[in-house]
């Protein structure tokens, strides 16, 4: 009985210790994660404007959603720009892990130089591209004007603002890149050799050796990609200022995504409790979607050797 007392205050002793190690990361994360939730899952029953008492209104503020046409519109650009947008990233950096796999002489000169942008701050780069992009002295229209190609108003037509900002997506692929060009190095070389003994070429190698060493890293960048895209904001937001308007959805709302809307009625249009709502409709929009990808990933996604 005594020894069984003795490991259980052992046992004990461990446990409280642990939890004192982690003491300040449960503590961040109830006050800054846990806590934020709840209370916007509260809030999104209220009629909040950060300066009187929140109201409760029961389901008004889902029930807006359904009248709202700015909604609607916002939740199409996003939707736009994911079902693109992320595709295209994963490509090209696929594309971009399979030249950096090459051996030739300079290669970690060339992985440091499309891992560099990755590290760049994203307002910066944003702006960057923003004077890049501009209609009247941006380069990238000058380089289009020397080959004979149309110059469009990237930040101006309604039509080409969503390419802008997946072109400027397209600049940060770096890290996805290497995360690829990890899982590349991964890759038996005997089976390459066995692929090439039993007389495969190029694309019959990629198709039944790299690509299925790939598709559960081709999960990951595709669930997270899809994540990040559908929260996406700080691009879009400043290709679309307007003199500092934070209403500004750009050029017929082209601009508008899910997540500026989502700020816009917090911090422009103080509809806390509305901006609640919006914000537990995207969860559970982020949720559906991933349990598809997991769900339909069986069909295409190898384990194992």
């Not at 800054?32 to 209370?39: E, R, T, W």
Request: no cysteine; glycine share 8%; aromatic share 14%.
């Amino acid at each position: 009985m005594r020894r069984k007392a003795t490991r259980a205050a052992g046992s004990r002793r461990r446990l409280w210790l642990g939890l004192a190690f982690a003491s300040p990361w449960l503590l961040g994360f109830v006050a800054l994660v846990a806590g934020p939730i709840l209370a916007s899952g509260y809030y999104s029953f209220t009629d909040f404007n950060l300066f009187q008492s929140p109201t409760n209104v029961g389901f008004a503020n889902y029930q807006e959603l359904l009248h709202d046409e700015r909604f609607g519109q916002a939740l199409a650009n996003t939707l736009i720009l994911t079902v693109v947008g992320v595709p295209v990233s994963l490509m090209l950096a696929l594309l971009l892990a399979l030249a950096l796999n090459l051996r030739v002489r300079g290669m970690p000169f060339y992985r440091a130089v499309v891992y560099l942008p990755t590290i760049v701050p994203i307002v910066v780069t944003t702006y960057v591209w923003r004077w890049l992009l501009n209609a009247q002295y941006g380069w990238i229209n000058r380089l289009l004007g020397l080959v004979g190609l149309p110059q469009p108003s990237w930040l101006e037509d309604p039509a080409f603002t969503k390419p802008a900002v997946i072109l400027i997506g397209l600049w940060t692929v770096g890290g996805t890149t290497v995360i690829y060009l990890a899982a590349l190095k991964n890759v038996p070389q005997e089976t390459y050799e066995a692929a090439a003994m039993d007389g495969a070429g190029p694309w019959q190698k990629f198709r039944a050796v790299t690509w299925p060493a790939l598709s559960p890293v081709t999960l990951f960048q595709l669930i997270v990609g899809v994540i990040a895209s559908l929260q996406l904001f700080t691009q879009p937001y400043l290709l679309a200022q307007n003199r500092l308007n934070g209403a500004a959805g750009g050029p017929d709302d082209s601009l508008l995504t899910y997540g500026m809307y989502v700020f816009q009625n917090a911090f422009v249009f103080l509809k806390m409790g509305y901006a609640s709502a919006l914000a537990w409709v995207l969860f559970l929009i982020t949720m559906a979607v991933s349990a598809g990808l997991l769900l339909t990933s069986r069909r295409w996604v190898h384990y194992g050797n």
